[in-house]
């Protein structure tokens, strides 16, 4: 971390009056002004194409905060002061004037301000506005300030493949440098993905074991229950394989797979983190039919409300063939973890919403119970449940009480809300926070948003060119296509059911 309580600072958003300021992001602020995060001077400037009053935007904002913010309804008191700070322009991206209007509130905003202060620009819009928005900010002079006082934050999707990638990079990098640019991927703001690095460097005990001498597999798995609901026309585009595993799961991933970085310092993890994904096996073509599954969602009930198939979806093509669900089985070839399957799946209108990476740990090397004491016998394993639960579990083996040896699984379990309380900030609190402060450990550098598309490319283009003959083939509230299953038996194992804490009801 850098300087704590960041310097004077105006945000300006693109794309302020969509739903990521409205949920995400303006209550995150809120919230940071709230635990006084915030500097005394700080400003934010909202665009977007719609006509707004400073008013009419305010209250639309604080309509967002009182329906998401963790800390539930806004106070009055509170909002007025933390909204007196927020105006709206509205603005043609495509236009130059919008841009010289945006240079001008800058410098009126920050006039009698002690400090200059920092800009971020923060692209809260479609991927496909970013590169205008970026060459319009350059061609009119917004990035021209001092390289440490200006910054861009770029949400998700980064690009849409390798190729689509490299240029936006190159099309950033040619305005910004690298150090300027903020590449978002919230699942990197959660609090208990944070702790994965925490956990594996600040504890001895763990290093001589996290390797492929101790661990038999990793399991990382992160499925919703909702569908695409409004959002059929960008899910059309993009698919579970973009939208989910090539950032969200691959990170989380690399957080399991990474080796011990030199310091926290920001390129020092993503060095660290990028080593991972370069020794990520690639994938031949004509293995990836084994080692990679689709599936897309049919119609079902999810707890007692009939749901229409992805194909009934509004926006989507009723032969649409976007994958809503993948299962890749993948190497990471290097001295840790040679051999070990990292097996991954992430999909939508699954049975459960969780967010779940499980350690498989090998069994012991002789068994000295007999058969009737381990009944219930089970390797070691780790869960680390990132969402809804925020916990760690360590499963080991156990004496039943009482007269006889019977063996049982118990949990040793780390949780949050008994440990610290449900105070926990929201992943874009913290990645705000730290776009403030300059901290970039949390957001993905240029080459390691390449390196993740390079990896898939090769799965990308075979879902892409093959149309699958099979769609839908999981209905609403299982837990995916056969498939899938079949994936991970063929190599003995299965496919965890998540604790049972972190299910509902
Ligand atoms: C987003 C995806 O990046 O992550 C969505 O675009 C997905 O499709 C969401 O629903 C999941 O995030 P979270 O924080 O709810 O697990």
């Given at each position: 971390m850098l300087d704590l309580k960041p310097q004077p600072v105006i945000f300006?958003?693109?794309g302020a009056t969509g739903d990521l300021n409205w949920r995400k992001i303006n209550p995150a602020l809120y919230n940071l002004f709230l635990d006084n995060w915030l500097p005394e001077q700080f400003a934010i400037l909202g665009t977007g194409r719609s006509k707004y009053s400073d008013t009419d935007f305010r209250n639309k904002l604080l309509d967002g905060i009182n329906k998401f913010s963790r800390k539930g309804a806004a106070d009055n008191g509170d909002w007025e002061k933390f909204s007196k700070n927020i105006t709206y322009q509205a603005a043609d991206i495509n236009d130059d004037k919008a841009y010289q209007e945006i240079g001008e509130k800058i410098a009126e905003l920050k006039k009698g301000w002690n400090k200059e202060p920092t800009v971020i620009f923060y692209m809260a819009v479609a991927s496909d506005f970013f590169p205008v928005i970026a060459k319009n900010i350059k061609k009119n002079k917004l990035a021209s300030g001092h390289p440490d006082k200006t910054r861009i934050v770029v949400e998700k999707p980064f690009g849409n493949d390798l190729e689509s990638a490299r240029s936006l990079n190159k099309l950033l990098c040619d305005i910004f440098d690298e150090n300027q640019i903020y590449r978002i991927d919230h699942y990197l703001g959660k609090e208990a993905v944070q702790n994965i690095m925490a956990f594996r460097f600040a504890n001895s005990i763990l290093e001589p074991i996290w390797n492929r001498n101790y661990i038999q597999h990793v399991q990382i798995s992160v499925?919703?229950?909702i569908g695409v609901g409004s959002r059929g026309q960008f899910y059309e585009g993009a698919g579970v394989l973009r939208d989910m595993i090539q950032n969200h799961v691959l990170q989380l991933l690399c957080l399991v797979a990474m080796e011990n970085p030199i310091s926290f310092q920001a390129d020092e993890v993503r060095n660290r983190k990028v080593d991972v994904l370069r020794s990520m096996r690639p994938f031949q073509p004509e293995e990836i039919k084994r080692n990679a599954v689709r599936g897309q969602y049919g119609e079902g009930w999810i707890e007692g409300v009939k749901v229409p198939g992805y194909r009934e979806e509004a926006d989507v093509d009723p032969k649409s063939n976007t994958e809503t669900f993948a299962a890749i089985k993948f190497f990471v070839d290097n001295w840790r973890w040679h051999g070990v399957p990292f097996y991954v799946r992430s999909g939508k209108r699954l049975h459960q919403s969780a967010s779940i990476i499980?350690?498989?740990?090998r069994d012991v090397p002789h068994l000295v119970f007999p058969d009737e004491a381990i009944d219930n016998w089970r390797q070691n394993r780790l869960i680390i449940s990132i969402q809804p639960e925020m916990s760690i579990r360590l499963q080991v083996q156990a004496k039943k009480p009482g007269l006889e040896m019977i063996l049982n699984t118990v949990d040793m379990v780390f949780d949050y809300d008994n440990n610290y309380g449900k105070e926990t900030p929201e992943a874009y609190e913290t990645l705000l926070l730290d776009t403030m402060q300059g901290d970039q450990t949390l957001f993905m550098r240029g080459?390691?948003?390449?390196?993740?598309?390079?990896?898939?490319?090769?799965?990308?283009?075979?879902?892409?060119?093959?149309?699958?003959?099979?769609?839908?083939?999981?209905?609403?509230d299982s837990w995916g296509p056969e498939l899938a299953e079949a994936l991970i038996a063929r190599d003995g194992f299965h496919w965890f059911s998540l604790p049972k804490s972190t299910k509902k009801g």
């Amino acid at each position: 971390m850098l300087d704590l309580k960041p310097q004077p600072v105006i945000f300006v958003i693109f794309g302020a009056t969509g739903d990521l300021n409205w949920r995400k992001i303006n209550p995150a602020l809120y919230n940071l002004f709230l635990d006084n995060w915030l500097p005394e001077q700080f400003a934010i400037l909202g665009t977007g194409r719609s006509k707004y009053s400073d008013t009419d935007f305010r209250n639309k904002l604080l309509d967002g905060i009182n329906k998401f913010s963790r800390k539930g309804a806004a106070d009055n008191g509170d909002w007025e002061k933390f909204s007196k700070n927020i105006t709206y322009q509205a603005a043609d991206i495509n236009d130059d004037k919008a841009y010289q209007e945006i240079g001008e509130k800058i410098a009126e905003l920050k006039k009698g301000w002690n400090k200059e202060p920092t800009v971020i620009f923060y692209m809260a819009v479609a991927s496909d506005f970013f590169p205008v928005i970026a060459k319009n900010i350059k061609k009119n002079k917004l990035a021209s300030g001092h390289p440490d006082k200006t910054r861009i934050v770029v949400e998700k999707p980064f690009g849409n493949d390798l190729e689509s990638a490299r240029s936006l990079n190159k099309l950033l990098c040619d305005i910004f440098d690298e150090n300027q640019i903020y590449r978002i991927d919230h699942y990197l703001g959660k609090e208990a993905v944070q702790n994965i690095m925490a956990f594996r460097f600040a504890n001895s005990i763990l290093e001589p074991i996290w390797n492929r001498n101790y661990i038999q597999h990793v399991q990382i798995s992160v499925s919703e229950q909702i569908g695409v609901g409004s959002r059929g026309q960008f899910y059309e585009g993009a698919g579970v394989l973009r939208d989910m595993i090539q950032n969200h799961v691959l990170q989380l991933l690399c957080l399991v797979a990474m080796e011990n970085p030199i310091s926290f310092q920001a390129d020092e993890v993503r060095n660290r983190k990028v080593d991972v994904l370069r020794s990520m096996r690639p994938f031949q073509p004509e293995e990836i039919k084994r080692n990679a599954v689709r599936g897309q969602y049919g119609e079902g009930w999810i707890e007692g409300v009939k749901v229409p198939g992805y194909r009934e979806e509004a926006d989507v093509d009723p032969k649409s063939n976007t994958e809503t669900f993948a299962a890749i089985k993948f190497f990471v070839d290097n001295w840790r973890w040679h051999g070990v399957p990292f097996y991954v799946r992430s999909g939508k209108r699954l049975h459960q919403s969780a967010s779940i990476i499980s350690i498989q740990f090998r069994d012991v090397p002789h068994l000295v119970f007999p058969d009737e004491a381990i009944d219930n016998w089970r390797q070691n394993r780790l869960i680390i449940s990132i969402q809804p639960e925020m916990s760690i579990r360590l499963q080991v083996q156990a004496k039943k009480p009482g007269l006889e040896m019977i063996l049982n699984t118990v949990d040793m379990v780390f949780d949050y809300d008994n440990n610290y309380g449900k105070e926990t900030p929201e992943a874009y609190e913290t990645l705000l926070l730290d776009t403030m402060q300059g901290d970039q450990t949390l957001f993905m550098r240029g080459d390691q948003v390449e390196a993740a598309w390079e990896l898939l490319m090769p799965v990308l283009h075979s879902w892409q060119t093959k149309s699958s003959l099979d769609f839908p083939n999981y209905s609403a509230d299982s837990w995916g296509p056969e498939l899938a299953e079949a994936l991970i038996a063929r190599d003995g194992f299965h496919w965890f059911s998540l604790p049972k804490s972190t299910k509902k009801g």
